[in-house]
T-cell receptor
Framework: GENVEQHPSTLSVQEGDSAVIKCTYS??????FPWYKQELGKGPQLIID?????GEKKDQRIAVTLNKTAKHFSLHITETQPEDSAVYFC??????FGKGTKLSVIP | DVKVTQSSRYLVKRTGEKVFLECVQD?????MFWYRQDPGLGLRLIYF???????EKGDIPEGYSVSREKKERFSLILESASTNQTSMYLC????????????????FGSGTQLSVL
């Protein structure tokens, strides 16, 4: 089955800096790559997603890039704010999630 | 406001008990999912359903079963709860327009923290 690896597991950045989280996947047939944000005490919430026919997608301060040849995709958050502090999960294929990245934005 | 509702936020059960976790969605979504979330292991898929009375095993179905008698409700059943089933359980639903994959744009509930003593 699909295997998704996510790095780093924890990430601390200063407010205003950028944060990058990377995921690799194993199944070349995967064609949909979402990112979810989970705040404390809540369920994960979809923040951005990308399909395999697109290389990059941006939504305000958040962007996702996809390299199908290398089978990896990344989440980029620019101008980080304290409210960006959360656990972020990537996913690929049906139901396969990465193990998560705990992002801390230091004011 | 559309949502996925899980019946209990916290649940404490004894080893060997039969446990029901309930999930209801109000968006007329075809697809519903059950995940468990454990520290360091992320989210792991237990079962999913793409239609009423239909079910598919996920990555870790052992020790669990599911029921989907109505489109809006998806139940996770622990036939005989064990301590290693202590976990956060998350329900999700999705809508599949056209040829989209069933796992697209999942909408999650807030989770049920189950403790088995």
């Amino acid at each position: 089955g699909e295997n998704v690896e996510q790095h780093p597991s924890t990430l601390s950045v200063q407010e205003g800096d950028s944060a990058v989280i990377k995921c690799t996947y194993s199944d070349s047939a995967s064609n949909y790559f979402p990112w979810y944000k989970q705040e404390l005490g809540k369920g994960p919430q979809l923040i951005i997603d990308i399909r395999s026919n697109v290389g990059e997608k941006k939504d305000q301060r958040i962007a996702v890039t996809l390299n199908k040849t290398a089978k990896h995709f990344s989440l980029h958050i620019t101008e980080t704010q304290p409210e960006d502090s959360a656990v972020y999960f990537c996913a690929a294929s049906i139901g396969t999630f990465g193990k998560g990245t705990k992002l801390s934005v230091i004011p | 406001d559309v949502k996925v509702t899980q019946s209990s936020r916290y649940l404490v059960k004894r080893t060997g008990e039969k446990v029901f976790l309930e999930c209801v969605q109000d968006m007329d979504h075809e697809n519903m999912f059950w995940y468990r979330q454990d520290p360091g292991l992320g989210l792991r898929l237990i079962y999913f359903s793409y239609d009423v009375k239909m079910k598919e095993k996920g990555d870790i179905p052992e020790g669990y079963s599911v029921s989907r008698e109505k489109k809006e409700r998806f139940s996770l059943i622990l036939e005989s709860a064990s301590t290693n089933q202590t976990s956060m359980y998350l329900c999700a639903s999705s809508f599949t327009p056209g040829m989209a994959s069933t796992n697209e744009k999942l909408l999650f509930g807030s989770g049920t923290q189950l403790s088995v003593l």
